[in-house]
């Protein structure tokens, strides 16, 4: 399911986001009111919502998450501006999301996993003397390595070079339309 609406707000928020326009904290304000149901980001897997969504959604929401520091409010400007290659990334995320695409991969969780963890699966990392952890770790490799086998990763979020080269060509704000200035 696409829902171009809200695709395209958090489009809008996410350029501004890694441009540095707007701070952190405003970009969680935007996306709490436009696009995650109330949810922060690095919340929105515990909505109800999260599950039945468009399904690129949650991931941009999470790898956005991990563009800033969450403890202070920031602009990406100055020592927090994202490189070169990280806006490269963004941009193609941009890209999708103003698609009407169908997103075609699998979700992965790309948060820590000692994030999520219960109470209960933290008094067993540590027991365990953190071999539970490494174990979580271990699992979550194997899965990202089966999920890359699905398509071509490395133009992620499209499933191959050939939807993003269409998406190229038929996005508006890259095309090289010629203005009439008489």
Known sequence: MVNKERRKKLAYHLRHLSIGLITNDEFENYI???VSFGWLPEQYYRAKESKFDDGIIRPILEL?????????????????KLSN???????KYILFLNSDIEYQWP???????????????????????????KT???????????????????????????????????????????????
């Not at 998450?65 to 927090?80: G, I, R």
């Not at 290659?85 to 941009?91: D, T, W, Y």
């Not at 490799?141 to 998406?167: L, R, S, V």
């Open 64 to 80: 956005s998450w991990s563009l800033y520091s969450d403890l202070e409010d920031q602009k990406l400007k100055s020592k927090n």
């Open 136 to 182: 979580k770790m271990n699992e979550k490799e194997k899965k990202f390595t089966e999920m890359q086998k699905i398509g071509d990763f490395h133009y992620w979020p499209f499933i191959n070079k050939e939807q993003y080269g269409e998406q190229l060509k038929n996005h508006p704000f890259l095309s090289e339309k010629k203005l009439n200035t008489e």
């Open 107 to 133: 979700y992965f969780d790309t948060i820590n996993p000692i994030i999520r963890f219960s109470f209960s699966e933290h008094i067993s990392n540590f027991l365990s003397f953190g071999k539970y952890y």
């Open 32 to 34: 709490t009111d436009d």
């Open 85 to 91: 290659e990280q806006l490269k990334e963004i941009a």
